[in-house]
């Protein structure tokens, strides 16, 4: 069994003003996916200019905070928010969905899109690579707030977080999902959208694996207590999220690499 090595959620404190590393992991997210899709801004349009990128992350940070929180609430804890409103501002606590902070990306990049003269997928495409950057740190914040862990096991890796009441060894599942759907898919998608790809490939890659991947590690992460599993016994709110994502990324593949679409570059 590992020791879990009990790091203070709060980084650090302004005065009476706290700061946690959950959400630092959103800035370091952001500023790095920022930097990298600098990177390649030349040739994803060489008429952008930084400017013109930093109002793309801005909208799209914009929905990753508001469609994230939303996401939560209507997805996994509706009564507690509508029983306590004032909770809903209370970000440094968690209560972020990814499903939802995707719904809000995908509205920005749309609305972002439309204003710019580009296709929804000439924008998606070349956001996508830079997104697993930002779900690895925030997994990674997870394990720092001692939330989201997963079932027990007698794993030489098992962990003990300081909030479970059962106090056994669990499957660190944060730290699984950071590195499967932060460093694997950040690796998958950053070296096939190096080559010319058509458009839809790179986005439903994404959609694909993450939702693969994700779909993985449910099984071994405890669903929200509120929740439980809700279909089969054994399926949780992620995996029946998920499984409309894997079909959609397959079905964007198949529509990316029909002859017709590869003629049309």
């Not at 809000?104 to 609305?111: E, F, H, I, K, R």
């Not at 929804?120 to 394990?143: E, K, T, W, Y």
């Not at 001692?146 to 599942?173: C, N, Q």
């Not at 709110?237 to 397959?250: A, H, N, R």
Request: hydrophobic content about 50%.
């Amino acid at each position: 069994m590992l020791r879990y090595p009990d790091i203070d959620p709060v980084a650090f404190s302004l005065g009476p003003i706290s700061v946690h590393w959950y959400g630092l992991m959103y800035i370091f997210g952001i500023t790095i996916a920022w930097l990298l899709a600098k990177s390649r801004l030349a040739k994803f349009d060489p008429n952008w200019n930084g400017e013109k990128l930093a109002d793309l992350v801005f909208y799209c940070a914009l929905g990753v905070v508001v469609g994230g929180r939303l996401g939560y609430i209507l997805f996994y804890d509706f009564p507690i928010y509508a029983a306590e409103p004032l909770k809903i501002f209370k970000v440094w606590q968690g209560g972020m969905s990814f499903h939802g902070g995707m719904v809000g990306v995908l509205l920005a990049t749309w609305w972002f899109a439309r204003r710019n003269n580009k296709t929804f997928f000439q924008l998606a495409d070349f956001i996508a690579p830079f997104v697993p950057i930002g779900l690895g740190l925030g997994r990674i914040g997870n394990f720092i707030n001692g939330e989201l862990w997963g079932k027990p096991t007698d794993l030489p890796w098992g962990m003990i977080f300081p909030y479970d009441p059962e106090h056994v060894a669990r499957h660190p599942s944060q730290l699984y999902q950071c590195f499967l759907e932060g460093i694997v898919l950040f690796l998958i998608l950053w070296f096939f959208s190096k080559k010319p790809r058509p458009p839809m490939a790179v986005s439903g890659m994404f959609l694909f694996w993450y939702g693969l991947f994700r779909f993985i590690v449910e099984f071994v992460r405890l669903p929200d207590q509120q929740l439980g599993y809700l279909a089969f016994g054994w399926l949780t709110m992620g995996q029946l999220l998920c499984l409309p994502m894997i079909i959609v990324g397959l079905v964007l593949l198949v529509l990316a690499y029909r002859p017709n679409n590869l003629q049309e570059r």
